[in-house]
């Protein structure tokens, strides 16, 4: 089946259409600018030429319109029809409390993703616009709706409720949900398979460290904690967000700076993180440089904030897995940083963990599935490519084939 994996956002329709038969890419690209002047569409087909063009885009409707000419163009296209998109898969970065797998996107459904708006405001709003432009334009089309937080639904209740009053958790769904549900789960079973032994016995930690980062304990299979809370600002420092901070720093900068609600929510998402502690950039490439070329001790620092908040939470995880049989590095820092892999494992040697630098420091491009630990290291150490739009689309097939 062909699946159409759309990712909208305010003003953009991010898109790829995917083959789950030969789990391959057959386009991929975006539309930009959409209710804003300068509209746009850049599009690929592996083995073809980019192709780009510019067209005023109102809403995004006349982005899902242009995406479906573009894909079916016969020049720079790569299907005949639409009849040829099986079904659309849609990533929703938030499914709230009502969520725990993907669904078919039917009202009552939809309902309930509105519902799920308070707690993702910018992410939701865009998508629910998303689904009903794909709605509206495939109309004999099947919408499913994949969630980042469902695959952490089976948190216990110690790991997912945070200590305030009752009262409040329950009037606002205040709760740990976790996100990059899609990447852990991927990298999680693909690690599954490599240890060969039966899912239920399995203890790993999946590390997805990119401009977002996240780290979820997955044992048996099935996510027993994750770094990420209530929203996609809580556990590690990341590019631009400062990751967990001590709550009360956040009521005293508002105080002493006199910032709002709004203010404080921008320096925490926008202006902290790697950026906040390095100051020129938050690009974890530009940090390294500046580390390793110009030995500058802010990016020093950085760096060695995050491999050490990673070594943290491994240790944090293994002793509430009650053990380790992997760790997996995943997703732009972890699948090509080379010292981000190593770094958090360095002193890790009495868990079972050993490093082969000379795997991890030799990793050439295409970034393949590699083994980074020694053959005597009792934890397997690996990085993985994570492959989010195959569990999407995967997951868009399987609800689609349960209607027939
Ligand atoms: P993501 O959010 O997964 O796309 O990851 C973005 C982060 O990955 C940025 O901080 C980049 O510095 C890093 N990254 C992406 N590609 C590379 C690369 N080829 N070499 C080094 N770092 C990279």
Redesign the pocket.
């Known amino acids: 089946m062909n699946v159409l994996i759309v990712n909208a956002g305010s003003s953009s329709l991010k898109y790829q259409l995917f083959n789950t038969e030969t789990k391959t890419v057959l386009a991929k690209g975006g539309c930009e600018r959409i209710g804003e002047k300068g509209g746009n569409i850049s599009h690929k087909v592996p083995e073809k030429t980019p192709y780009e063009k510019n067209q005023e885009l109102q809403n995004h409707e006349d982005a899902i319109k242009l995406v479906i000419e573009t894909l079916t163009d016969k020049e720079v296209g790569c299907i005949a029809s639409m009849d040829e998109i099986g079904a659309v898969g849609h990533r929703v970065v938030h499914g709230g409390p009502y969520f725990t797998g993907s669904v078919l996107a039917t009202e009552d459904v939809l309902a309930k993703v509105e519902l799920c708006k308070e707690l993702a405001p910018l992410h939701i709003g865009p998508s629910l616009v998303g689904i009903h432009a794909c709605m509206d334009v495939m109309k004999n089309v099947p919408q499913v709706l994949v969630f980042d937080t469902a695959f952490h639904s089976t948190m216990p209740e110690e790991a997912y409720t945070f200590a305030i009053p009752r009262e409040y958790s329950e009037k606002y769904h205040i709760r740990r949900y976790g996100f990059h549900g899609s990447s852990h789960r991927y990298v999680s079973r693909e690690m599954i398979q490599i240890l060969g032994k039966p899912a239920e016995e399995t203890k790993i930690v999946t590390c997805h460290?990119?401009?977002?980062s996240s780290i979820a304990a997955v044992k048996g299979g099935k996510v027993i904690d994750t770094t990420m809370g209530f929203t996609p600002l809580d556990g590690l420092m990341m590019?631009t967000r400062s990751g967990a901070i001590d709550p009360a720093i956040v009521s005293f900068l508002m105080e002493k700076e006199n910032l709002s609600a709004d203010q404080i929510n921008n320096i925490l998402n926008k202006k902290s993180g790697?950026l906040g502690v390095y100051g020129a950039s938050?690009?974890?490439?530009?940090c390294?440089m500046a580390m390793e070329e110009k030995k500058d001790p802010r990016a020093t620092l950085a760096i060695r904030m995050l491999a050490y908040q990673v070594k943290k939470y491994i240790g944090a995880y293994t002793a509430a897995m009650g053990g380790l049989d992997a760790v997996v590095f995943t997703?732009?820092?972890g699948?090509?940083?080379n010292i981000i892999r190593a770094m958090p494992c360095e002193g890790l040697e009495f868990l079972g963990i050993e490093i082969d630098h000379a795997v991890n420091d030799g990793i050439k491009r295409p970034i393949q599935t590699t083994k980074i630990s020694t053959e005597n290291s009792k934890v397997q150490v690996y990085l993985i490519p994570t492959n989010e739009e195959l569990i999407i689309a995967e997951d868009t097939e399987s609800v689609v084939s349960a209607l027939k």
């Open positions: 460290l990119g401009n977002g590019g790697i938050s690009d974890f490439r530009d390294r997703a732009g820092i699948e090509n940083n």
